[in-house]
């Protein structure tokens, strides 16, 4: 086959940004990797953080991959220049494209980021917003139990707009025309999260943005796959048994088959 | 120092455990391990967290203990068997002392036992409670949002409340006259769970009752610690870095130093 793209992610939420990179790159092969054993990443230390993004890599390396997605925020915030310099291969995470598609999108340079605490607390957005717009202010807030109600699937009930209504309140009078949900399980809770915030707000989605540079990158290098015969291979790993990220992953990746193999992957 | 007391927790949740081992023994000396690099336990597979146990048991024995007490719900339902035939010194979980309570203070012989998605798949709260009393009927009821509600500190906010409701509905109308807190994080949502059950449901928190097994076991086999003048030693390891277990901890433990020590636990 021909080297794939290779995707990890703390766990399930990675595949919101497959799921977009199947929609603008169809023909393209695909290795998922979720870290199911020890995920979430959202909680832990950065020095955690990187150690385990390595071992990701590590592993989709192994699996002929030309190359790497890191479709997690936090491991995205916290551990990218660190993979890109121990890994000279192409890759993108899903930071940059989302405070790109932010600066782009504000009128009043007021932005808003949601997040992980690990994600939130790096500080990253903030930096990547400003760098590409000076006069940017960000506000940033961290919102753990978004992850937890995606994963319920509690994404359009009561709890989730009470959750929502809590967590994004600081933003009433910051002026914000535009929130980016900077963790890849958020767009699931997109729209709850636009009845609270208003329809005025942009929402930035990671995954879109990703997938779009995913797709201008492989172009510039003039790596798309070579049209060929072959079908099309998606793999998926994980490090936990599998039997949850495929039940839970339909809520992700909607239709389709999402039969993982269990892996070693460091200490995982 | 005299051998201690070893408590293992994927987590943060365990405190609640220690914090009774405190009160009703004071003066033993205590090694906590919180697994935090791999929390939470309670969405992983058998395999998965049977190996995390091991992995932490011998931790723990190599810091010198004279019993371990597996204090995460999970880690007891899934792997207590398996960890007592591999290290034979005297093994606690907190499953069964918590069975053996419910068991004792049902009258109808109805009772209900919520905790993790693992836990209550496992289906290990309703054989041990059966063999205590085997006219029981149990109804399990699995609370996925609980532990980060808990580990967020809202314990006592219209959330809680709502998300307690959506869980505890099932509940109406089973007969049901005792509830098993099955999950050390659990304890910290005991207002709320009252407010809906009702006063007149009994609930069982594992942690007070594996605190009284603890002390028992100890004075059948004459191991309490023997009156001297050294302090008591509490020593507190974690597998990620310790900034978020000493913050969040402080809501379980309540006053006192939760100075942590981090290390490397298997593959965590």
Chains 1, 2 share one sequence.
């Not at 636009?194 to 930035?204: E, F, N, P, V």
């Amino acid at each position: 086959m021909q080297k794939a793209i290779g995707i990890f992610d703390s766990g399930i939420g990675g595949l919101t940004v497959l799921s977009e990179l199947i929609r603008v790159l169809p023909e393209e092969n695909t290795i998922y990797l979720g870290d199911t054993a020890r995920v979430p990443y959202g909680i832990r230390s950065p020095e955690t953080v990187t150690r385990y993004s390595f071992e990701n890599t590590r592993f989709l390396l192994s699996q002929e991959i030309k190359m790497l997605v890191v479709a997690c925020n936090t491991a995205s915030a916290i551990s990218l220049d660190a993979v890109k310099s121990e890994f000279p291969l192409p890759v993108i995470g899903v930071l940059e494209p989302g405070a790109r598609a932010a600066a782009a999108a504000t009128r009043s340079g007021r932005i808003g980021v949601i997040g992980t605490e690990a994600t939130i607390a790096s500080g990253a957005y903030e930096r990547a917003i400003r760098a590409m717009l000076p006069r940017a202010e960000v506000t940033s807030i961290a919102c753990p139990l978004f992850v937890p109600l995606a994963e319920e699937g509690w994404v359009d009930n009561d709890v989730a707009e009470l959750v929502a209504g809590r967590y994004l309140s600081p933003f009433r009078g910051t002026g914000i025309d535009t929130l980016v949900l900077g963790c890849t399980h958020y767009p699931l809770l997109k729209p709850v999260i636009s009845k609270i915030m208003g329809s005025d707000i942009t929402l930035i989605d990671s995954a879109t943005e990703t997938a779009a540079e995913v797709r201008s990158v492989l172009e510039k290098l003039n790596w798309k796959k070579a049209g060929s015969d072959e079908g099309v291979v998606r793999r998926y790993f994980v490090t936990d048994t599998p039997a949850r990220f495929e039940k839970v992953g339909k809520l992700f990746l909607g239709e389709g088959s999402l039969a993982a193999e269990q892996v070693k992957v460091g200490g995982a």
